[in-house]
């Protein structure tokens, strides 16, 4: 990330520790699933979602507290995806699983 967009990030809010948390919160929508507002040519050359959130910001299409899922909305669908990812791997278990072979004793 340039200077040029940290100071643009800085003048936003009126403190870095601010800032750095909803950058982080961001950072974790963005793992969660939610879709980015930046275009994919802003978002190519890094998977880093802190770099991909920090352009966001930049660009002015996100604000610190707007814009961002509320809390109750992002525990709700991080709930939900932690439960499709045990049923999903319930599933590969169940098709995959082998009975032990065991000594004729």
């Known amino acids: 990330m340039s200077e040029k967009n ?3 990030l800085l003048a936003q809010t009126d403190s870095k ?3 750095s948390v909803a950058i982080a ?3 974790m929508q963005l793992k969660s699933g939610v ?3 930046i275009p994919p040519d802003q ?3 890094t ?3 802190i770099t991909v959130a920090m352009r966001e910001m930049a660009t ?3 604000e610190m507290g707007a814009n961002l899922i509320d809390q109750a909305r992002l525990d709700k669908h ?3 995806e932690k439960q499709r990812q045990a049923e999903e791997l319930q599933r590969q278990q169940a098709g995959s699983y082998q009975m032990p072979e065991f000594d004729g004793d």
């Open 60 to 62: 002015g299409k996100l």
């Open 43 to 45: 978002r190519t050359g």
């Open 47 to 49: 998977r880093n979602l």
């Open 78 to 80: 991080l709930a939900q």
């Open 17 to 19: 520790y601010k800032l």
């Open 25 to 27: 919160k961001r950072a």
């Open 6 to 8: 940290i100071d643009k």
């Open 35 to 37: 879709n980015p507002v």
